[in-house]
């Protein structure tokens, strides 16, 4: 019953989940940039930027770039596998914050390893010109190929089977039961990795730093990967990536 399930929510194991996606939250907004100052740099351009260190070609400046995206990829894919947890918890495995943890630990390595990606990438793109120091695009052709890219994987068959994954996690972990919490984790982590890579990758499109654009892009990833709702979802989200897309070009040339 969903009055069982809100009451079970408030165990140890669920309290310390929900503290981690709250304290990433604070974290993202601590760091994030506000609007008046955005629009100061759209004024005064890259100088303004540059003398606020937002991000710098250097060791340094990737390393907060690596912060940045982790704190981004728990904020934002702790939230989308909450359901997956709540099976997990039904069938009997993660009765402590110690189990729930190595399976949130592996989770969240797969979303690490992905965050240092992420972050080399807006570093070269940043050293191409093609990003500002926020970390989003300045040139119309990225961000048109960046949502082609999204829009078309929403159609591949290797989405659609990483999200009936995620829409099934029963199935999921009774098939990779006996590998325990940490690698169950991982495991979901890649299946989670394979459905939202393309839409964490418009944070170059919607900014880096943009609490709005990863307020909506992780409600999209909630949704889409629930089952009676994600269907519904995935292919018209698709559509209006490529429309945007298109959209976005077409202002360019």
Known sequence: ????????????????LFGLILAAWVA????????DLRRAGAIYGADFW????????????????????SLMSAAMM????????????DLGQTGTVTSTGRLMAGYLTVWMGFSVLAALAQMALFRAGLLDP???????????ALLAMAGLYQFTTFK????????????????HWDEGPWRNGIRLGLVCLGCCWALMG????????NLAFMG???LIMVLEKLPEIGRYITRPLGVGLLAASGWTLANWL
Do not use: N
């Open 134 to 144: 926020l970390g989003q695009s300045v040139a119309a052709p990225l961000s048109s």
């Open 160 to 175: 659609e089977a990483c999200l009936s994954k995620c829409r099934r996690p029963l199935i999921f972990f009774m098939s």
């Open 202 to 209: 418009l944070a170059f499109v919607g900014g880096v730093m």
């Open 78 to 89: 702790a939230p989308t596998v909450l359901p997956a947890v709540a099976t997990y918890d």
């Open 50 to 69: 540059a003398d606020l260190c937002t991000l710098t070609p250097d060791g340094a400046g990737l390393a907060r770039m690596v912060l940045m995206w």
């Open 28 to 35: 993202l907004y601590l760091m994030s940039v506000p609007a």
């Open 1 to 16: 019953m969903l009055s069982d399930r809100i009451r079970a929510m408030g165990a140890p194991h669920w309290l310390a």
């Open 216 to 218: 909506l892009a992780t």
